[in-house]
Structure formats: structure tokens, C-alpha cells
């Protein structure tokens, strides 16, 4: 049973920085995609804000966060990691980490197998 747990969310100012990292175990984490999503307070929708396929070799950005985040993945750490920059208020919420196999990143939530508990993120103006 593959496991993934988020870490680094917090409290931040408007115009910081975070950086999530979302580790897995129990499974084979080089074979996997994964995705980071945001659930906004107040909404159950989560919605996809960035993506990575296997190898790292290609990823997707949300418009909104272009420029601002990076996704990326440490197969050898069983790590993937979303750094997030120029933090706005906008982007408080709920952040889950998901991962799946496959060859491609994957932008739609029901793709995924495997879901992270989420780590919360307020960014405060």
C-alpha cells in the first residue's frame, strides 16, 4: 500500500516563500507521476496546480503559478517537492500531494491512486 505524507505548509506573509515536500513509501516512487492540488477554504473542488511525470523530465503549471512555483521529484529521496514563491493570499489552502503510474503527468484529480493527507497553507496579507 503506497503511503504519501506532506510536509511544510505554514503561515506565511504575502510575497514569501514555502517549499512542500511529499514523501511515499510502500511503493515503487520512480514509476510514479505526481501532482500537487489545492483545495480553497470553503470548497471541496481540488484543483490541479502543478504535475510531474515519472522521470521528472516533464511537468505542467496551473496559469496562475507560473513563474511563481516549481514542482519537481527526487526519485532517490522517494521525495517530490513544490517550491512555492511570491506567496499571495489567494493561494491559502488546503495542498495535496497525489501520485500515480504511469509515463505522463496527469492533470485531472480522478487519475490519481494515491492521495496525501494534505498540509495547510495560509498566506496572510
Known amino acids: 500500500q503506497v503511503q504519501l505524507v506532506e510536509s511544510g505548509g505554514g503561515l506565511v506573509q504575502a510575497g514569501g516563500s514555502l517549499r512542500l515536500s511529499c514523501t511515499a513509501s510502500?511503493?515503487?516512487?520512480?514509476?510514479?507521476?505526481m501532482g500537487w492540488f489545492h483545495q480553497a477554504p470553503g470548497t471541496e473542488r481540488k484543483s490541479v496546480v502543478s504535475?510531474?511525470?515519472?522521470?521528472?523530465?516533464?511537468?505542467y503549471y496551473a496559469d496562475y503559478v507560473k513563474g511563481r512555483f516549481t514542482i519537481s521529484k527526487d526519485n532517490g529521496k522517494n521525495t517530490g517537492y513544490l517550491q512555492m514563491n511570491s506567496l499571495t493570499p489567494d493561494d491559502t489552502g488546503v495542498y495535496y500531494c497525489?501520485?500515480?503510474?504511469?509515463?505522463?503527468?496527469?492533470?485531472?484529480?480522478?487519475?490519481?491512486?494515491?492521495w496525501g493527507q494534505g498540509t495547510q497553507v495560509t498566506v496572510s496579507s
Open positions: 510502500g511503493g515503487t516512487f520512480s514509476t510514479y507521476a
Open positions: 497525489a501520485a500515480t503510474t504511469g509515463s505522463s503527468y496527469y492533470i485531472a484529480d480522478q487519475t490519481y491512486e494515491y
Open positions: 504535475a510531474i511525470n515519472y522521470n521528472g523530465a516533464d511537468t
